[in-house]
């Protein structure tokens, strides 16, 4: 039982680039999201799913979007990254919404040069 | 809008000493409040819930909702309590989805 995985760890793009960040959960989750950490800001959502084929803005999504095409995978793409799109990024799954507990990923760290 | 305000970016005590790490916050409903923490090279994890009314590792949160504070407490602060906490706020009600708004966090160190 993994948990919550994130593909990759570490990146580096040139302002422009495209990517993909991957995150999957085995936990039969049904609502993810992906939160972006920077320095005296806390996390921040940027997007949710609450169930496969939904998605949903979060309070910073302007940049991003994503695909839950799969109930374990949700996928958060940078069309043409921008200096500042660096930042820590982290996905979260929870069975349910409210008090359930959410259940975060190791990280990735993103750097737009 | 719902708000998060942890005011001490860094907190410094030292072992066995009393810590408090402040959260307040702005929400015009029924919040659910949650501390997660992130111990050094670990993943951010939840500490505990206001609804549970439970002590994890000595710390405990009471929802004070007349001054709008979730302040963590613990009487006796151990080096392995050194770590940042997060304060966070999920709107109550099936709307919020569990969206988590989070305070900015603080640095607690715990000193030998």
């Known amino acids: 039982n993994a948990g919550v995985t994130q593909t990759p760890k570490f990146r580096v793009l040139k302002t422009g680039q495209s990517m993909t960040l991957l995150c999957a959960q085995d936990m039969n989750h049904e609502y993810m999201y992906w939160y972006r950490q920077d320095p005296g800001m806390g996390l921040r959502l940027i997007h949710y799913s609450v169930g496969e084929g939904t998605t949903a803005k979060g309070e910073v999504p302007d940049g991003y979007n994503v695909s839950r095409l799969k109930k374990q995978n949700f996928l958060l793409g940078l069309e043409s990254a921008a200096p500042s799109q660096t930042s820590v990024y982290f996905c979260?799954?929870?069975?349910?919404?409210?008090?359930?507990?959410?259940?975060f990923g190791p990280g990735t760290r993103l750097t737009v040069t | 809008a719902q708000r998060v305000t942890q005011p001490e970016k860094l907190l410094s005590v030292f072992k066995g000493a009393p810590v408090e790490l402040k959260c307040n916050y702005s929400?015009?409903?029924?919040?659910?409040l949650f501390w997660y923490v992130q111990y050094s090279r670990q993943r951010l994890q939840l500490l505990l819930r206001h609804i549970s009314r439970e002590s994890i590792k000595g710390f405990t949160a009471d929802l004070n909702k007349g001054e709008t504070s979730f302040h963590l407490k613990k009487p006796f602060a151990q080096e392995e309590d050194s770590a940042m906490y997060y304060c966070?706020?999920?709107?109550?009600?099936?709307?919020?989805?569990?969206?988590?708004?989070f305070g900015q966090g603080t640095i607690l160190t715990v000193h030998p």
């Open positions: 979260a799954s929870s069975g349910k919404g409210g008090s359930y507990e959410q259940y």
């Open positions: 929400y015009s409903g029924s919040p659910e």
């Open positions: 966070a706020l999920s709107g109550g009600g099936g709307t919020s989805y569990g969206k988590l708004t």
